[in-house]
């Protein structure tokens, strides 16, 4: 069956450290993959998508992440974290199963940014 | 673009009672629209595909009867929870699909719905 794994329940960084998110799929099939953020009380945003082409995806706020097809991982990446990244960070495939397609989220990874 | 709306964000009801969830794109037309559940700390659930003018999937373990979705419009999708009880609290939140084709689909979420049921 279809799944996604993210490793990292919670992480807690100073601001300006590196971010990196882990994100692990198993799909047999051609995936789409997505980047999803939850800020505290909000909505979910789309951070960054892969759909084809150059496996770096850069997205919004400075975020991007790396398709490894060899790997099948999708890992998240900031260079460098503010506070205001502080939220839920959820990967998610985009998978053709039981006749159509649809997402598949991983458990999310709870970022707390300390000042 | 690609905003989606829920109505109302949160709403408490005694047990028993029926709730409606509208779920609307602003910008744009979505012939897919999915809804979700999240528990607390947890991840998103699909519980249903709505598509326009066709009935909703369910996904499985998700009873139909208790969960009434309608897609009337390319706009707008209802979720009703019938009959509802204590353990049907949560946060639901639906998502509206751009019309790119299939596989190059994104889904835009709503801000969600906090149910209560006393």
């Known amino acids: 069956a279809q799944s996604v794994s993210q490793h990292n329940h919670h992480v807690i960084l100073s601001e300006a450290a590196s971010l990196e998110l882990g994100c692990n799929y198993s799909?047999?099939?051609?995936?789409?993959l997505f980047w999803y953020v939850q800020y505290p009380g909000q909505h979910l945003q789309l951070l960054l998508k892969?759909?084809?082409?150059?496996?770096l995806v850069k997205g919004i706020k400075g975020f991007e992440a790396e398709f490894i097809k060899s790997k099948f991982s999708f890992n998240l990446r900031k260079p460098s974290v503010q506070w205001s990244d502080t939220a839920e960070y959820f990967c998610?495939?985009?998978?053709?199963?039981?006749?159509?397609?649809?997402?598949?989220f991983g458990t999310g990874t709870r970022l707390k940014v300390l000042a | 673009g690609a905003v989606v709306s829920q109505h109302p964000s949160w709403v408490i009801c005694k047990s028993g009672t029926s709730v409606k969830i509208e779920c609307r794109s602003l910008?744009?037309?979505?012939?897919?629209m999915f809804w979700y559940r999240q528990f607390p700390k947890q991840s998103l659930m699909l519980m249903a595909t709505?598509?326009?003018?066709?009935?909703?999937?369910?996904e499985q373990g998700v009873e139909k009867d208790k969960f009434l979705i309608n897609h009337a419009s390319l706009t707008l999708s209802t979720l009703t929870v019938t009959s509802a009880h204590p353990e049907d609290s949560s946060f639901y939140i639906c998502?509206?699909?751009?019309?790119?084709?299939?596989?190059?689909?994104?889904?835009?979420f709503g801000p969600g719905t906090r149910l209560t049921v006393l």
């Open positions: 998502s509206a699909q751009t019309p790119s084709g299939g596989f190059t689909n994104t889904q835009y």
């Open positions: 799909y047999g099939g051609t995936v789409n």
């Open positions: 892969y759909f084809s082409g150059d496996p």
């Open positions: 998610a495939v985009n998978a053709f199963t039981s006749g159509t397609y649809k997402y598949i």
């Open positions: 910008d744009f037309q979505a012939t897919t």
């Open positions: 709505s598509n326009e003018g066709s009935k909703a999937t369910y």
